[in-house]
């Protein structure tokens, strides 16, 4: 029997009941919280979410803006500024761009402020413009002034700032930087003008990159500390002493452009045991080589002009697994691919420029069943830059010969050890991209065909999954294709 008061109830009366007795029900209570979810977050979890959004500022360091981590979380509400403000993490590193519409007062103020909300934290500065001036100017002048009461908390320094900023930076340091871990010095310092480093007074450097005329005093006192160094300008005897003194380094950087001569080096070969990166852009390249054993190496970038046979010797002597190389020399090319042989284990390989190759040179890289003929069969990457003339039909056997297929079609044996022969194409394949930039085909000149990448055999490569980066020379008439 259905009761007279419940029939009178109708469909608007019975929402607003249901409604009311939702408003009393204890979650509803439970879900007026939930309507402000960051409200009710505890600190330690708003904190490190909040750090994990700084982690994700492209650049590296969080700029100095209101529009970005961390200074927009403080734009949210007053509970993610109190939690923000109180999070030092977030204010310990600082990319400082000297923009056009920022004045040295708010820099400085700004600057300020960081340094306050970090803490005693160790602080990280890096410092950008939209030009870099050889002279400093009331903004440049600000942000160093900013930075300098708390060099004893410095861990990271770096950017492009004029003669004068950085020579008040370097005197800082040379009163004591203790926990200095990373120096990256680049400026336009002008003829004559160098930069006094004194790194015995700070202990914990790794990183020491320069780009300016520089004198580095003490590095001696490092050789337990700093793991990479990037010189500019340095001579042979001051490179070869760097390595020297720096035991436990591990990349090496040298751009100079000073003419090479002789030099007397009395200290025999120098063994750079942990050292894995090797990056050199100076005439005196060969000198360098012909003085050095690294068996660690696994990447190796040379810009010079006559290696003559340090390349090869080197190689030899230091027996290195080489993963990485890239080179821009003036060497035969037979040389060229007579060190290669001493790189088994190649898997990037990059000739820029020189030296130039033919056809005929490039299929020595071609893979064939006499295993122990061929050339870096572990590459998966093959780059040449505006080095390769002739016929391209050269380079696709080359591809086609260290291309395995689709991933469905792959389980070919490896016969790259133990047996001297393997079966036809059943030799080991790892090629996965292939870059021709401003390379001299024949065909480009001629407009007989198109592109390299529509030969029907390379098309069916690519589609299978071959990568294959294209560019015409700069001075080629690609209007035929």
Request: proline letters at 5%; hydrophobic letters at 40%; aromatic letters at 8%.
């Amino acid at each position: 029997m259905v009761d007279a008061t419940a029939q009178a109830v109708t469909a608007p009366n019975l929402s607003d009941a249901v409604g009311q007795m939702s408003l009393n029900h204890p979650l509803h209570q439970d879900s007026l919280n939930l309507r402000q979810p960051a409200q009710s977050l505890p600190f330690d979890i708003l904190s490190r979410i909040f750090i994990e959004c700084n982690a994700q500022n492209e650049d590296g360091f969080p700029k100095l803006s209101t529009r970005k981590a961390p200074s927009v979380l403080g734009h949210i509400c007053s509970h993610w500024r109190d939690v923000a403000s109180a999070t030092h993490t977030l204010w310990a590193e600082l990319h400082i761009f000297l923009g056009y519409r920022t004045t040295h007062n708010y820099l400085k103020a700004a600057v300020a402020a960081w340094e306050n909300r970090a803490g005693q934290l160790p602080l990280s500065f890096h410092i950008s413009a939209t030009s870099y001036p050889d002279s400093p100017d009331a903004r440049t002048i600000a942000v160093v002034d900013a930075i300098m009461p708390h060099r004893e908390r410095w861990k990271h320094v770096g950017g492009t700032l004029p003669f004068e900023q950085w020579s008040a930076i370097c005197s800082a340091i040379s009163n004591g930087a203790p926990l200095l871990e990373h120096l990256n010095i680049s400026g336009y310092f002008g003829r004559g003008k160098f930069i006094d480093i004194q790194l015995s007074t700070a202990p914990m450097l790794e990183t020491l990159v320069v780009n300016a005329n520089h004198r580095l005093l003490r590095l001696d006192s490092h050789s337990q500390s700093l793991r990479r160094l990037s010189v500019y300008g340095a001579e042979q005897i001051e490179c070869l002493s760097y390595l020297l003194w720096s035991s436990k380094l591990e990349e090496f950087e040298l751009k100079c452009g000073a003419h090479n001569r002789h030099i007397n080096w009395d200290k025999g070969i120098v063994e750079t045991t942990r050292l894995v990166s090797l990056k050199l852009d100076a005439r005196f390249t060969p000198h360098i080589l012909d003085r050095l054993r690294s068996p660690l190496l696994q990447i190796l970038d040379l810009d010079c002009g006559h290696t003559g046979t340090s390349l090869e010797s080197f190689l030899i002597r230091s027996k290195p697994s080489l993963k990485s190389l890239r080179v821009n020399v003036d060497i035969d090319p037979g040389d060229l691919f007579n060190c290669l042989r001493y790189a088994p284990t190649l898997r990037a390989l990059r000739i820029a420029y020189n030296p130039e190759l033919t056809g005929l040179d490039v299929e020595r890289l071609k893979l064939g069943s006499n295993v122990n003929e061929n050339i870096c069969p572990a590459l998966e990457k093959m780059e040449f830059d505006c080095c390769i003339v002739g016929d391209m039909e050269y380079l696709e056997e080359v591809v086609l010969s260290r291309w395995k297929g689709p991933p469905v079609v792959a389980a070919l044996p490896s016969s790259t050890s133990g047996t001297e022969y393997a079966l036809d194409g059943s030799w080991e394949r790892s090629l996965r991209h292939v870059t021709l930039d401003g390379c001299y085909f024949e065909v480009y000149t001629k407009g007989l065909v198109c592109y390299f990448t529509d030969r029907p055999k390379i098309r069916k490569c690519i589609k299978e999954g071959l990568v294959i980066f294209e560019e015409l020379p700069s001075d080629s008439d690609d209007s035929v294709f």
